[in-house]
């Protein structure tokens, strides 16, 4: 299983809005409404940002949407803050019954 | 509150094996998966598979069949991940992380625990 394609690196300055892409097959992304998004801050654990596409935890800032079309999420942050700065993955539950992530994304707030 | 308390760092030689283990609290164990998802330094996340504490049943990634192993312990809502025959590439940061089931995300995740591979 591999990776999903997700941009290296996405910036903007605060108050901007930025997406970042995730690209997989029709046999993750593109087969089932269960992609989910994680922010990781250096030397943390990641955090539930995003679930089943565009769902948001309780707690999780409505700055913070997803969507999906075809074999693409995205993951759009609006309203930049530089609290957001960190690095992005996206994850997919794959026709395998398991589960794959991202490549990741660094945001960097300029 | 919820909380995953990891094993302490681990430094093995090449060849070795290891054992992390995760202890779940503030919730019934017995109700949500376990991942593990490891992440070597400056690499992303990888995920290496899931186990169903009610039943210990497994699902691992290709990647890392035949040499990885999950189990757990309800009596001490426990859970642990083996793997073995270790190489410098296992050095990463090992996570757990639970999914309720049903779902098909990981809501809580512990803080990680290192394994250094080295001679």
């Known amino acids: 299983q591999s990776a999903l394609t997700q941009p290296a690196s996405v910036s903007g300055s605060p108050g901007q809005s930025i997406t970042i892409s995730c690209t997989g097959t029709?046999?993750?992304?593109?087969?089932?409404?269960?992609v989910s998004w994680y922010q990781q801050h250096p030397g943390k654990a990641p955090k539930l940002m995003i679930y089943d596409v565009s769902d948001r935890p309780s707690g999780v800032s409505n700055r913070f949407s997803g969507s999906k079309s075809g074999n693409t999420a995205s993951l759009t942050i609006s309203g930049l803050q530089a609290e957001d700065e960190a690095d992005y993955y996206c994850s997919s539950y794959t026709s395998s019954s398991t589960y794959v992530f991202g490549t990741g994304t660094k945001v960097t707030v300029l | 509150q919820v909380q995953l308390v990891q094993s302490g760092a681990e430094v093995k030689k090449p060849g070795a094996s290891v054992k992390v283990s995760c202890k779940a609290s503030?919730?019934?164990?017995?109700?949500?998966?376990m991942h593990w998802v490891r992440q070597a330094p400056g690499q992303g996340l990888e995920w290496m598979g899931i186990i169903n504490p009610s039943d210990s049943s497994t699902r691992y990634a290709q990647k890392f069949q035949g040499r990885v192993t999950m189990t757990r312990d309800t009596s001490t809502s426990t859970v642990y991940m083996e793997l073995s025959s270790l190489r410098s590439e296992d050095t990463a940061v090992y996570y757990c992380?639970?999914?309720?089931?049903?779902?098909?995300?990981?809501?809580?995740w512990g803080k990680g625990t290192t394994v250094t591979v080295s001679s």
């Open positions: 992380a639970r999914e309720e089931f049903s779902n098909t995300y990981m809501d809580v």
């Open positions: 029709s046999s993750d992304v593109g087969g089932y409404k269960f």
């Open positions: 503030g919730y019934t164990f017995t109700t949500y998966y």
